[in-house]
């Protein structure tokens, strides 16, 4: 058995008084809907009502005196600012009419002369349901935007009330060493060698999360992106670790991609670094692959490092997943996480390929610069 509605009031737009006493006395008979009708004859009129008593439910004839039901509709999607459920009413079977309704932001369209009281008691608590349901989603997403930009505005102040008591004590270690000079018995050396090793992790640790907290949070800047030149800035940025490890970078031939320039460096630096780190004692040897011999371009970074087993595929993508201790391997297992989120914030995908012993192959898909039936893309464009 359905369950009663509160009262909600329903704006008939219709310049025919038989149409207009026909609706209502179906809406004023229905068992499940409690309704109130307030008509109105005109295009003009009408809009007003709309914002004056901004009904639950608009009917809305397609044709009027004074203008076009479409355009009215248009400005109640325009002119005002809560959404409000519009069901299309006409004399016309014509579906290209139809499809303009629906693409015009009305909830339904009804056909006159064949409305029977369960359908339109159905049309119209079905709208009502639909807007209340949006409103919903349209305040829960805003309290999510606030509290998106709280933790943003937090990991700032956190971030430099954190690190700053760090370096005061990497400093007065450094300070300490050098008052006791000679003086420094070996076990007290090793205590402060312990201390600054411990503050440099704090600091490394507390910069990842900082890092990862932010990736995204400002929604991306999308171009077409010469994907060459993000592996150039990722490998700039590496210069020094490269030339450390004497590693071998080799690439396939890259096409553009639809993305996030300053994003994609992150997380092709974050890929090789991985690489160079997990190298199995051998000389790096880092490929970053290209494969378009399937229906999609399928981007990554291979190495001929110490290889996944099978089992933590699933789990090295989340934050502070360690498959190793800290004296095998430095980092916070922050890198492949914010990886994860940099391809989330594009709509991609991201998965490991590997075999211990053999190396890992991460691959990756970004959207590629296309056109849309409304012309191509523009150079830019700012998605959150």
């Known amino acids: 058995m359905q369950t009663l509605i509160d009262e909600v009031t329903v704006l008939i737009i219709d310049d025919s008084n038989y149409d207009r006493a026909h609706y209502r006395k179906l809406l004023e008979r229905s068992k499940d809907l409690s309704v109130v009708c307030v008509e109105?004859?005109?295009?003009?009129?009408?809009?007003?009502?709309?914002?004056?008593r901004a009904p639950d439910c608009v009917l809305l004839d397609c044709h009027l005196p004074d203008g076009d039901g479409l355009e009215v509709l248009q400005r109640i999607n325009d002119e005002i600012l809560e959404p409000m459920p519009v069901i299309m009413l006409t004399g016309d079977s014509d579906a290209e009419?139809?499809?303009?309704?629906?693409?015009?932001g009305a909830r339904d369209y009804l056909i006159k002369g064949s409305i029977s009281g369960s359908a339109l008691t159905r049309a119209v608590r079905e709208a009502i349901e639909y807007i209340a349901l949006m409103r919903v989603i349209k305040t829960q997403t805003e309290e999510l935007e606030q509290r998106n930009r709280d933790l943003e505005e937090f990991a700032h102040v956190a971030s430099h009330d954190l690190q700053e008591p760090l370096r005061k004590i990497l400093r007065f270690g450094e300070l300490l060493r050098e008052d006791a000079g000679d003086d420094l018995s070996k076990e007290c050396s090793e205590h402060l060698d312990r201390i600054s090793n411990a503050s440099v992790r704090m600091k490394t640790l507390i910069e990842d999360i900082l890092s990862l907290s932010q990736t995204g949070i400002r929604g991306i800047r999308r171009e077409s992106v010469d994907l060459d030149e993000c592996i150039d800035n990722a490998l700039e940025a590496l210069s020094l670790r490269i030339e450390e490890s004497n590693a071998e970078i080799t690439r396939d031939d890259l096409?553009?991609?639809?993305?996030?320039?300053?994003?994609?460096?992150?997380l092709y630096q974050n890929l090789v670094n991985n690489a160079l780190k997990f190298s199995n004692g051998e000389k790096p040897q880092v490929h970053i692959t290209c494969d378009s011999s399937g229906p999609s371009v399928i981007l990554g970074v291979r190495d001929n490092g110490i290889g996944i087993k099978e089992e933590h595929f699933s789990q090295i993508f989340s934050p502070f997943k360690r498959l190793h201790s800290r004296a095998d391997y430095e980092g916070s297992g922050i890198g492949l996480s914010i990886c994860r989120k940099v391809?989330?914030?594009?709509?991609?995908?991201?998965?490991?390929?590997?075999?211990?012993?053999?190396g890992a192959h991460f691959r990756f898909m970004l959207p590629q610069p296309t056109k849309s039936r409304f012309g191509a893309l523009p150079s830019s464009a700012t998605v959150r």
């Open 97 to 104: 009419t139809a499809v303009r309704a629906i693409k015009g």
């Open 40 to 52: 109105a004859t005109t295009a003009e009129e009408g809009f007003q009502l709309c914002c004056a």
């Open 343 to 358: 391809i989330e914030c594009h709509h991609g995908k991201i998965w490991v390929e590997s075999v211990p012993g053999q």
């Open 255 to 266: 096409p553009t991609a639809w993305c996030d320039p300053s994003l994609v460096t992150q």
